[in-house]
C-alpha cells in the first residue's frame, strides 16, 4: 500500500505560478513511477505529467507541455508539479498517482496503481 498526501494547491492569477507537491509513504517509493492528473467540474480526469522510477524521463499532455514540470526527489519520497504560465483552463483538483513503468510511458489509467486525495488549483482571469 502506498500512501500520497498532495500539497501546495491554491488560487493564483492567471499567468501565475504554483508548485505542487506530493509525499508518498508506505512501500518503496522509487518503485513506482509517478504523475499528476486533474478534473475539472464536469470533466472527466485527465493525465498532465508523468515521470519514471529514476526521473530520467518524463512524459507530458500536449496543453502543458513547456509549461508544467515534473520532478522527483527519491531520498524525500516526494514528486512536484511545477506549474508556470497558468490558465484559468488549468483550473481543476490535481491527483497525485504511482503506478507502473507505463504511466511514464502513456499516462494510461490503466498503470494506475495508487490516487492521492487531490488538491485544488484555481486560476483567476
Known amino acids: 500500500q502506498v500512501q500520497l498526501d498532495e500539497s501546495g494547491g491554491g488560487l493564483v492569477q492567471a499567468g501565475g505560478s504554483l508548485r505542487l507537491s506530493c509525499a508518498a509513504s508506505?512501500?518503496?517509493?522509487?518503485?513506482?513511477?509517478m504523475g499528476w492528473f486533474r478534473q475539472a467540474p464536469g470533466k472527466e480526469r485527465e493525465f498532465v505529467a508523468a515521470i519514471s522510477r529514476s526521473g530520467g524521463i518524463t512524459y507530458y499532455a500536449d496543453s502543458v507541455k513547456g509549461r508544467f514540470t515534473i520532478s522527483r526527489d527519491n531520498a524525500k519520497d516526494t514528486v512536484y508539479l511545477q506549474m508556470n504560465s497558468l490558465r484559468p483552463e488549468d483550473t481543476a483538483v490535481y491527483y497525485c498517482?504511482?503506478?507502473?513503468?507505463?504511466?511514464?510511458?502513456?499516462?494510461?489509467?490503466?498503470?494506475?496503481?495508487?490516487w492521492g486525495q487531490g488538491t485544488q488549483v484555481t486560476v483567476s482571469s
Open positions: 508506505g512501500r518503496t517509493f522509487r518503485a513506482y513511477a
Open positions: 498517482a504511482a503506478g507502473s513503468s507505463g504511466l511514464a510511458y502513456s499516462g494510461s489509467y490503466s498503470t494506475v496503481d495508487y
